[in-house]
């Protein structure tokens, strides 16, 4: 049995991720914050479709250090994580209290590096290990009035690209992918002018659906994807490439 923790789960690119791998054989551990009634409904969903496979719901605040050992109470065995989790501060940076830094950077980047060295030691135990961070465009590019959610998200690409060296002759892949404008919870602020503007600078013309990420995260968790890590996968459309 091949099993993944997917953070986030609860989320639009979450549970589209998790959809997307439950069809493809994958028993999960569905990871989310607040909405337990959304990862019920997804577990009594999958438990129906998926018999064979098992589908277990993992509750954790992750700006909370205490977060590690809640999941390694909860986790056994593991093949597979996904961080899909996350939250974004729109505002200048002149306005940004460093308490907010400290939230976006334990959530986007220390809770997550402290998650990867608990289940290092399970997740090379079958020699395909298989980590990918849900990152974004704006860690490669930045963007203003997100500049220090650029800067998380841009942190988890430096070690993507750090850790995938030190963990490769284990077998164990490391990736990001990387979204543009993806139509989700995340983005339901926007005003129909700011969406006007945005779609103007999207060469494709639309948002991205979480259908369109989590195919990806799909294709790196396969086992014919051995031989890709380190890597950067953009999904935005055109967007800011
Ligand atoms: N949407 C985009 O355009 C876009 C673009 C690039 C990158 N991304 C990245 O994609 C990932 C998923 O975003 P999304 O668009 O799917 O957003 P979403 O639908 O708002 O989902 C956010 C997820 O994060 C979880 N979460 C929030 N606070 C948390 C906390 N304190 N501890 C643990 N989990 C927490 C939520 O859990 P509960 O609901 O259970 O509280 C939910 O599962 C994020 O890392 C985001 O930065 C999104």
Do not use: C
């Not at 390694?72 to 308490?99: C, D, R, W």
């Amino acid at each position: 049995m091949k099993i993944a923790l997917i953070t986030g789960a609860s989320g639009d690119i979450g549970s589209s991720v998790a959809k997307k791998l439950a069809e493809d054989g994958w028993s999960l551990y569905l990871h989310y914050h607040s909405n337990k009634e959304k990862i019920n409904s997804i577990i009594r969903e999958f438990i129906e479709k998926y018999p064979k496979q098992e589908f277990f719901s993992v509750q954790a605040n992750l700006e909370q250090d205490d977060a590690i050992d809640r999941l390694k109470e909860q986790i056994f065995s593991l093949n597979a994580i996904v961080f899909s989790h996350g939250i974004t501060e729109y505002g200048l940076l002149n306005e940004l209290a460093s308490e907010k830094m400290d939230q976006l950077w334990k959530m986007h980047v220390k809770i997550p590096i402290l998650i990867t060295q608990a289940f290092q030691n399970k997740i090379h135990q079958d020699n395909q290990g298989r980590i990918v961070f849900i990152s974004s465009v704006y860690g490669e590019m930045g963007s203003s009035n997100e500049v220090f959610y650029s800067t998380v998200k841009g942190a988890q690409i430096a070690f993507v690209r750090a850790y995938s060296k030190e963990v490769a002759s284990w077998g164990i892949t490391v990736n990001a992918v990387s979204p543009g404008a993806v139509n989700t919870h995340m983005n339901q602020h926007y005003t129909e002018m700011e969406i006007t503007n945005l779609l103007d600078d999207i060469p494709i013309g639309r948002m991205g659906r979480p259908e369109e990420i989590s195919f990806w995260v799909k294709q790196i968790l396969k086992k014919e994807s051995s031989y890709m890590t380190g890597q950067v996968l953009t999904v935005s459309g055109g967007w800011l490439k």
